[in-house]
């Protein structure tokens, strides 16, 4: 009989944590790569559409700067080295290539308001941006959904922000929750690291999904609050979702690593 092979990686996935960094410059590059990772697997969702949608994530060592993606590259095609490092204003840092400034007026604002969100997803998806214009939070329909119970928050105002001071009445409509719907715009995720926010997007947006089929057909039953509240809790929590990132970023480096140039 032959030998059967195993994956080391998946053998040892259940005991992945994330790392902890001697020096900013490690870090750095960590959370880099990872904004770049993301984008590329945001490509890979779909949720690429033109110019629009941004992901960012706080500089270590400069917590009122954060790295994002330049406007005019696809997700699909994002590197490390096409990502710039902004000021809370938009004055890029390091970098040539513009960013989206709406983008970056919404996420300084969120990034100044809670100091402990490393990271920030928007992106024009088609089920979030479908959802948002019901102006209501998805329902505990399903165990995935369910993880979301509670935890969203409706940003109404503004529609468009103009300028840094409704920028940050767009931030304070988070209230803390780690998601927030724009009626009519979209989905917006934060975590404590780029990969959380990241799989807090596509869960959302995923969730987005189900309920607009379930609403096709009738009423569903909702899971029992107290019963949503563990799901949101354990399904939902960074570690989970932090771990659960992790299969995207082995399939992404499986692929090729010239995202990581």
């Not at 715009?185 to 987005?208: K, N, P, Q, Y």
């Not at 399904?235 to 140039?261: H, I, K, M, N």
């Amino acid at each position: 009989m032959a030998e059967q092979k195993t994956d080391p990686t998946a053998k040892n996935f259940a005991t992945r944590t994330p790392p902890v960094f001697d020096n900013p410059q490690d870090e750095r590059r960590h959370r880099i790569e990872r904004l770049a990772a993301t984008c590329r697997v945001f490509g890979k969702a779909g949720f690429s559409q033109g110019l629009l949608g941004h992901v960012t994530v706080r500089d270590p060592e400069q917590p009122d700067q954060f790295w994002a993606n330049p406007v005019g590259i696809s997700f699909n095609r994002m590197r490390v080295s096409d990502l710039v490092l902004v000021d809370h204003a938009g004055g890029l840092i390091k970098g040539t290539k513009p960013v989206n400034s709406v983008g970056v007026l919404l996420h300084s604002a969120i990034h100044r308001a809670y100091p402990e969100v490393t990271a920030v997803c928007h992106a024009h998806s088609v089920n979030g941006s479908a959802w948002s214009a019901f102006g209501r939070p998805v329902d505990p329909v399903t165990q995935d959904t369910a993880i979301f119970y509670e935890d969203q928050a409706i940003l109404r105002e503004p529609r468009v922000a103009m300028n840094a001071a409704e920028a940050d009445v767009f931030a304070a409509g988070l209230k803390g929750k780690r998601t927030g719907i724009q009626p009519g715009h979209g989905l917006f995720t934060t975590g404590a690291t780029v990969d959380e926010a990241a799989w807090r997007f596509i869960s959302m947006d995923r969730a987005c999904q189900v309920q607009l089929l379930i609403e096709t057909v009738g009423k569903p039953e909702l899971w029992p609050e107290e019963m949503a509240r563990r799901l949101k809790q354990a399904l939902g929590s960074p570690e989970f979702c932090w771990l659960s990132f992790q299969t995207l970023w082995d399939e992404l480096v499986a692929e090729g690593s010239d995202f990581l140039e």
